[in-house]
């Protein structure tokens, strides 16, 4: 990483501290308001299409699973599909 980007995000990260000093919010708080806004899943083609093959192979499973965690997507469960995508994804 250059030092120029390190400067920078040096720079930013002084200035956002400095703001949450202001603010009379606490840290979990803050937490909490940001995950209630910030979903945990977002669809993805790749999870889509996995989905899409199993269910072409006859097997819903993965389908139910991501449409049940795509109702509720700020829920925790949604973890499972937090991970890296497949190369072709």
Do not use: C
């Not at 390190?6 to 803050?30: C, I, K, N, T």
């Not at 979903?39 to 299409?49: G, H």
């Amino acid at each position: 990483m250059s030092l120029l980007i390190v400067r920078h995000f040096d720079d930013w990260f002084a200035r956002y501290r400095g703001r949450l000093q202001q603010d009379e919010v606490s840290d979990s708080e803050r937490q909490q308001l940001m995950q209630s806004v910030n979903p945990a899943l977002v669809l993805r083609n790749w999870l889509a299409q996995r989905a899409i093959e199993a269910a072409e192979k006859g097997d819903m499973t993965e389908l139910h699973r991501l449409h049940e965690a795509l109702r509720n997507p700020f829920s925790d469960r949604a973890d499972d599909y937090v991970s890296r995508p497949p190369d072709w994804g």
